[in-house]
């Protein structure tokens, strides 16, 4: 039964995030925003609601593991995991704003989550100044969009599928899809978290291993199927600005409404502050110089993002199950795989910057 509504509560969340994204994404458009504002606000947050609600029900429910965990998972998968196999699939451009501002603002989020979780926990004035930050970037990307042209919104308005002439019954629908979605995506985290702690419980793996894996990976399901589609659709703002804005999102916006709401913020593991979190603000630097190389993520940093994943999962499983692997596999990673993959980035670097006039 356990296993039943495990994978219920995930179908609940990938059906509740395609009717948010659907209701909100249509409204937007109808509204005249821009495809790259939609791509990291509408497409993100809305993909971002599972890991809301299942870090919300866990911090109502005392579990902090599961609701860090969940953050600092999914922020991991969403880069290395999602940017990768969309890559493979199809080599991603990037918009030159990603690379100017919205991920040098990923690195200085991801930084200051890492201070603020230096004292052993979260407070709710600390998830007030980061919730209060999503707020500011909200305001920063509708002064931006105001700024795109009229031609390039109404443009995407139809390729979006915004209702023309903005009828009463189309809002009304779409109203519905937001609110259908929301109700599903509560009912299937509460699933979820509890069939998740269940199986953690039986198996003897602490929260913190549950949420950094099978339910970090689960609630970003939505931002998987996404990122693919809108990378064979060639919608270059929708694949790559969905998991930046969401990344954004889920440390400002979900852990600061959690740290807000738990009656007595939120605990953070010492494991979550020595290797989870770091490796969380490692990943997020490497985006700069694979996204800086000419622009576009090519397919062999795609394949190099999606190893990096496998290898840090297996990493996990090896400690939860403290096998005698472990220690080899750390130094391998440490001393030879980490620094030759630091060098390459940075002779690519350096070419192509030569390269630029």
């Not at 991603?92 to 230096?118: E, W």
């Not at 003897?204 to 291993?209: K, P, Q, T």
């Not at 502050?273 to 110089?289: G, N, Q």
Request: hydrophobic share 60%; aromatic share 8%.
């Amino acid at each position: 039964m356990t296993a039943v509504l495990f994978v219920a509560g995930l179908v609940l969340l990938v059906v509740g995030a395609e009717f948010l994204i659907k209701g909100a994404g249509r409204l937007a458009a109808a509204a005249g925003v821009s495809p790259l504002v939609v791509g990291l606000t509408v497409v993100a947050f809305g993909t971002s609601a599972p890991e809301l609600a299942v870090s919300v029900k866990s911090a109502f429910a005392d579990q902090a593991g599961i609701a860090v965990g969940n953050v600092v998972g999914s922020n991991i998968f969403n880069v290395l995991f999602i940017l990768g196999i969309a890559a493979l699939v199809a080599p991603l451009a990037v918009a030159q704003q990603l690379i100017r501002i919205d991920v040098p603002l990923m690195i200085a989020v991801s930084v200051l989550m890492y201070l603020f979780a230096l004292d052993g926990i979260f407070t709710r004035g600390e998830g007030a100044a980061l919730f209060a930050g999503l707020l500011a970037y909200i305001g920063f990307l509708i002064r931006q969009s105001r700024r795109e042209s009229k031609a390039v919104q109404q443009e995407y308005a139809q390729e979006y599928g915004a209702p023309k002439g903005g009828s009463k019954s189309h809002w009304l629908m779409n109203v519905a899809l937001v609110v259908g979605g929301l109700i599903l995506l509560v009912l299937g985290s509460t699933w979820l978290v509890d069939s998740a702690v269940t199986i953690a419980q039986r198996f003897g793996v602490s929260d913190l291993i549950i949420g950094l894996t099978i339910v970090a990976a689960g609630t970003s399901l939505p931002e998987l199927v996404t990122s693919i589609i809108a990378g064979i659709r060639g919608e270059r703002d929708i694949a790559v600005g969905n998991v930046i804005g969401s990344n954004l999102f889920n440390i400002m916006g979900v852990l600061g409404l959690a740290s807000i709401i738990a009656p007595s913020g939120i605990a953070v593991a010492s494991a979550a502050i020595v290797f989870d979190i770091p490796v969380m603000i490692a990943v997020a630097f490497a985006c700069l110089p694979i996204f800086f190389t000419g622009g576009t993520i090519s397919r062999w940093e795609g394949a190099l993002l999606l190893g990096y994943y496998l290898a840090y999962t297996a990493y996990l499983i090896l400690y939860a199950t403290q096998h005698d692997m472990l220690p080899v596999f750390s130094m391998a990673m440490l001393y030879f795989v980490l620094p030759l993959t630091a060098l390459t980035l940075a002779i690519v670097t350096v070419q192509a910057v030569r390269k630029r006039p």
